[in-house]
T-cell receptor, first 115, second 113 residues
Framework: DTEVTQTPKHLVMGMTNKKSLKCEQH?????MYWYKQKAKKPPELMFV???????INESVPSRFSPECPNSSLLNLHLHALQPEDSALYLC??????????????FGPGTRLLVL | AQSVTQLGSHVSVSEGALVLLRCNYS??????LFWYVQYPNQGLQLLLK??????LVKGINGFEAEFKKSETSFHLTKPSAHMSDAAEYFC???????????FGKGTTLSVSS
């Protein structure tokens, strides 16, 4: 089973709202990632977690706050977002990070609209 | 720095025709290369990857790609297109540290009957 699940599938929020995106995998992977994908563009890396510790933050604004409560679960907390943050947010996982041949498995994404 | 360039943002073929999607890479170290497909309103699915073993890599759904170091290329091919192949295709290279996938801009494949 190579499934990464993400909830919700769609999310509409106002600029003053607080919401969270959830990602889950049960493949025993110890690396998890958040990517952001704008329409008609490729995914761009936001965060990398390795063994539940944040290892990479690609200069993402603080209104995005990641959390990895355990090895199977990855959250992205959203607060005071801007309309330009509207995008598809993709979660991915891999067995480890730092091994260049590892495959990253992607979830279906959460499509976020900020009004 | 690692990068990939996908030539042609949009490719149109007829059903049954050869599919050729082009990808060239730039890498300061031996590259590890990936092709992903994204169907509308879905996440990314791995088609195949090159990890320095065989230069001809076979993937899912009848796709294959050939790594050519002399041409710094990793083009994706399929002998006979199906309507179900219509999607966005991304070529990617893994970063030197092995953390981030660095994607090309993508190629939209359209298949007509």
């Amino acid at each position: 089973d190579t499934e990464v699940t993400q909830t919700p599938k769609h999310l509409v929020m106002g600029m003053t709202n607080k919401k969270s995106l959830k990602c889950e995998q049960h493949m025993g992977h110890r690396a998890m990632y958040w990517y952001k994908q704008k329409a008609k563009k490729p995914p761009e890396l936001m965060f990398v977690y390795s063994y539940e510790k944040l290892s990479i933050n690609e200069s993402v604004p603080s209104r995005f706050s990641p959390e990895c409560p355990n090895s199977s679960l990855l959250n992205l907390h959203l607060h005071a977002l801007q309309p330009e943050d509207s995008a598809l947010y993709l979660c991915a996982s891999s067995l480890t990070t730092g091994m260049r041949g590892e495959t990253q498995y992607f979830g279906p994404g959460t499509r976020l609209l900020v009004l | 720095a690692q990068s990939v360039t996908q030539l042609g943002s949009h490719v149109s073929v007829s059903e049954g025709a050869l599919v050729l999607l082009r990808c060239n890479y730039s890498s300061s170290v031996p590259p590890y290369l990936f092709w992903y497909v994204q169907y509308p309103n879905q996440g990314l699915q791995l088609l195949l990857k090159y990890t320095s073993a065989a230069t001809l890599v076979k993937g899912i759904n009848g796709f294959e790609a050939e790594f050519k170091k002399s041409e710094t290329s990793f083009h994706l091919t399929k002998p006979s297109a199906h309507m179900s192949d219509a999607a966005e295709y991304f070529c990617a290279v893994i970063s030197v540290a092995g953390t981030a996938l660095i994607f090309g801009k993508g190629t939209t494949l359209s298949v007509s009957s």
